[in-house]
């Protein structure tokens, strides 16, 4: 089970923490996860994603420089640190786990297997 926390209303150009928690299970560390998220009548898209030992990350083309994902296997938590906000990054954010062993950052939502309820982030403008 994933529980994300950290959503809210910010304006734009600041800075928003998400952070999501895993129910303890022997099989975190070993799972890549990831953010996704949605607008209202949008599909779901990839945000960013960290493999099981941090050694790739991949980010959207349009998060590049402002989104920073990490993990902490020892809490079985993820984090999301976004900067320079904007209007068009309010949406649902969803934190996801891969139960694929394979090292590498899947970009689509067919790829994970659990996923949190999402926590809502408004940007103002």
């Known amino acids: 089970q994933l529980v994300e926390s950290g959503g809210g209303l910010v304006q734009a150009g600041g800075s928003l923490g998400l952070s999501c928690a895993a129910s303890a299970g022997p099989y975190f560390s070993a799972h890549t996860l990831a953010w996704f998220r949605q607008a209202p009548g949008m599909e779901r898209e990839f945000v960013a994603g960290?493999?099981?030992?941090?050694?790739?990350?991949e980010y959207a083309d349009d998060m590049k420089g402002r989104f920073i994902i990490s993990r902490d296997n020892a809490k079985n938590t993820v984090s999301l640190q976004m900067n320079s906000l904007r209007p068009e990054d309010t949406a649902e954010y969803y934190c996801a786990e891969s139960w694929s062993l394979l090292p590498s950052v899947p970009l689509t939502p067919d790829k994970y297997n659990t996923w949190g309820r999402g926590t809502q982030v408004t940007v103002s403008s």
């Open positions: 960290i493999n099981r030992d941090s050694s790739m990350i």
